[in-house]
Each structure stands twice: as C-alpha cells, then as structure tokens.
C-alpha cells in the first residue's frame, strides 16, 4: 500500500535499523506476540524514542496504547468486539471526506479512553475507530485490506510534515 503511494517502505526487526526512517507503521497482528518480540529483540527503548511519525493498525494501536509502549494517549481494549467469528466489515465515515471508508474489523480493539489533544478522523457507531495524537495515526481496522489508500494517504501526509518541519 505505502509503494502504491510512492513510499519505499523497508522491514524493521532490530533497534537500529529504525534509525534514519521518516516513519514507523506498526502492523496488525497479535499484540500479544508482537509486544513480546518488541521486548526480545529490544525494540520497546527505540520505539519509545523514536521521535517521527507512527501508524499502528489494530494490534499495532493497542501497542502504542498507554498501557503497552506509551506513545499515544489511549487506553485500548484488546478484543473489545468479541472473538473471531465477531470480524466484520463497514462503511466509516472519514473526517474532511465525502466517499465512505470501507473498515475491515479483525478481533479489532476499541478505545476505551481518549486523551483530550486526540482527534477522531472516524467512528463507527458513535465510537472512535482512527484517531490521530500529533504526528500518531492509530486504526482498530485494517486499512491495507481494501483497495482504499486514504489512510495510508493521510500518514504519509503526515509524515511529509513532519518532513518539510525538519528541512
Ligand atoms: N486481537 C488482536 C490483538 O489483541 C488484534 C487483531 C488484529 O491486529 N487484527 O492483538
């Protein structure tokens, strides 16, 4: 999705090879597993500090959480729409555009609390599903599912500004 865009995304499984990104997207997957790689492969100190863009989709929001790495000020609730058979799909409304958003929803987390600098860029059902704290993007859903780059669009939007800021 992030090629599509133009992006040159490289994969990161040790601290140092963080260094020198303009931007970190923290995938979906099995927070569980993925917070205890983090901690195997030392990654929680340079996560932390790294000081750029961040976009974490579903098990990558609830890692960014405030109870798991700290970086966006939410608390998530891992599993909140019920197990497996509880996935589903729909149609978001997303901030600042007319064509609705297609949310694919896996074992997704919810927000349970949201601190008050976080912007709501979709909800579903009165809940907030993207939210954006600064130079974070979080989603419960999975964004790379669709043929929809929006999202994707908006992080690398934000990680132009945070760009154009340093140059
Ligand atoms: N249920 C997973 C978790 O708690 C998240 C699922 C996902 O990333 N699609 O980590």
């Known amino acids: 999705m992030l090629r599509r865009l133009g992006a040159d995304p490289v994969e990161v499984r040790k601290p140092e090879q963080l260094d020198g990104l303009d931007g970190l997207v923290i995938p979906g997957g099995e927070s569980t597993a993925i917070m205890r790689l983090v901690r195997l492969y030392g990654l929680e100190d340079g996560i932390r500090e790294f000081a750029r863009p961040l976009f974490g989709t579903c098990a990558g929001m609830i890692l960014l959480d405030r109870n798991h790495l700290g970086v966006v000020d939410l608390e998530v609730a891992r599993n909140a729409y019920g197990r497996q058979v509880a996935s589903f799909e729909a149609d978001l409304e997303l901030a600042g555009d007319d064509e609705p958003l297609r949310g694919v929803f896996i074992r997704a987390p919810r927000v349970s609390e949201a601190g008050p600098e976080v912007e709501v860029l979709a909800e579903l059902g009165g809940e907030p599903v993207l939210l954006r704290d600064g130079r974070v993007l979080v989603a419960s859903f999975h964004p790379e599912l669709t043929d929809d ?10 990680v132009r500004e945070d760009a154009n800021v340093r140059a």
Do not use: E, K, M, S
């Not at 780059?149 to 934000?158: A, E, K, Y």
């Open 149 to 158: 780059t929006r999202v994707h669009g908006r992080f690398l939007d934000i």
